[in-house]
């Protein structure tokens, strides 16, 4: 039985990522997502994606994509970007924490990148990221690349089909002689989100998170017993989730923090 990845193109629709003159990220992760996915595939991997169009997908939707699938593991591609333009440049890729097959492959794909001419950053743990915390195996995070820096569009542009290349060798070299991923150990921990609507009718409840994601907000449906729950975000700061509670008071919704107990999967 194939080893199954999904890989998973960051952004997209109304979401378009960092911005650089004219540039949209999202444009970049799906090229770079599909590139990548279309090697492992000549390889034998069996491959699925969250996106191969333009089009927004909350990060919950991404996330059980990924978990009702069952996938051995999910690689999530973006570009990065800094506060100031031309000021950072290289690749690095994230993940929930330093252990495991996960480490390993991440450790591989940036090394692969850094072979083509990009600085290496390293290797860096993001436990809040909800796609690294959320999913059910190994998952990380790959920054090709800052989307605000010449020297980096210039090596991603001239370079694209070794960029593909470098990500899906680094995963494929951390496969070899792997036929059963460790599980991943959950650890439970407290997150927040912001609680806007509750409603037994479902269609009322859609009708809420269509509007809230039309203004970009992240928005998804939880269900609750009898209930739909509309809640933006998940949080693992509850400072976060207060600051887009002010958000969407001022954008004039009622709200209501709430928390709720996760696993780290």
């Known amino acids: 039985m194939p080893v199954s990845i999904m890989v998973d193109a960051g952004h997209g629709g109304t979401d378009p990522g960092a911005v650089y003159n ?4 999202k444009d970049d992760n799906l090229r770079l997502a599909l590139a990548v996915g279309e090697i492992l ?3 034998g991997v069996d491959v699925q994606y969250t996106r191969t169009t333009d089009i927004f997908l909350p990060l919950a939707e991404r996330v059980a994509m990924a ?6 593991y999910f690689v ?9 333009d031309n000021e950072v440049s290289g690749v690095e890729t994230l993940v929930y924490d330093r252990t495991g ?3 390993e ?6 090394g692969a990148l850094e072979n083509i001419g990009f600085v290496n950053l390293g290797v860096k743990t993001r436990p809040g990221l909800y796609v690294l915390r959320r999913t059910n195996m190994p998952a990380l995070l790959v920054e090709a690349g800052f989307v605000n820096s010449d020297h980096d569009n210039r090596l991603f542009d001239e370079n694209f089909d070794a960029v593909a290349q470098g990500i899906a060798d680094g995963i494929l070299r951390t496969l070899e002689g792997e036929t059963d991923p460790e599980p991943e150990i959950p650890h439970p921990t407290t997150n927040y989100s912001v609680q806007v ?6 269609a009322y409840a859609r009708r809420l998170m269509n509007e809230l994601t039309a203004q970009d907000f992240p928005a998804y449906i939880d269900n609750y017993g009898q209930y739909d729950r ?6 693992a700061d509850l400072d976060d989730a207060a600051k887009m509670e002010q958000q969407l008071k001022r954008a004039g919704y009622q709200t209501l923090v709430v928390s709720h107990l996760v696993g780290r999967t």
């Open 22 to 25: 004219g540039r949209q990220e």
């Open 76 to 84: 999530s591609i973006h570009r990065n970007s800094f506060p100031t």
């Open 230 to 235: 509309v809640k933006v975000g998940d949080y």
């Open 101 to 103: 097959i996960k480490y």
């Open 41 to 43: 595939q000549n390889k």
């Open 105 to 110: 492959m991440a450790e591989n794909i940036d």
């Open 67 to 72: 978990n009702q699938a069952g996938v051995d």
């Open 197 to 202: 609507g509750l409603f037994r009718n479902p």
